[in-house]
């Protein structure tokens, strides 16, 4: 399997890593949910040609492999963007106008809910609460937090992120 290599902030990744994470997890129990944690984490995603290997390692069918992923919504399987911006769809931030604020991102991003921009720098995911309620509407850029986010303050930060990339 060749290496691919990420250039999202995620490691490039290899059978040789995949059956690493394999081995040092395999001996928990419900090893299945750490392994792709792990996967996940460090990869960015779940490569699509990595799930034989699991499915192998952890006497499992690819099919049941397959289920948990799709499964769970934290579970990606396709490379995502450079940057993540998570905007909060709960209801607090519903309420203070998440809907009209997420209106605007998929509009500045060109993208909609699950995709990534056509230059691979962002993906766009909801999330569904954020702990941040108290300052609704809440996102996530990367790994930082923002609260009371209108379409205004977003275009503030998005130019921030985006300037600070384009001056490295
Ligand atoms: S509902 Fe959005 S942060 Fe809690």
Known sequence: MDASKSGNGGAGWDARMIDEIVAGLAD??????PVLQAV????GFIPPDAVPAIARALNLSRAEVHGVISF???FRTERPGRKIIRVCRAESCQAMGAVALAGHIQSRLGV????TSADGDFTLEPVYCLGNCACSPAIVVGDDLYGRVTPKRFDEIFFSVTS????R
């Open 40 to 43: 996940n984490e460090r990869v």
């Open 112 to 115: 909609g809910f699950g995709q």
């Open 28 to 33: 928990k129990p419900g090893a299945l949910m």
């Open 72 to 74: 769970y919504r934290d």
């Open 164 to 167: 600070s990339r384009s001056s």
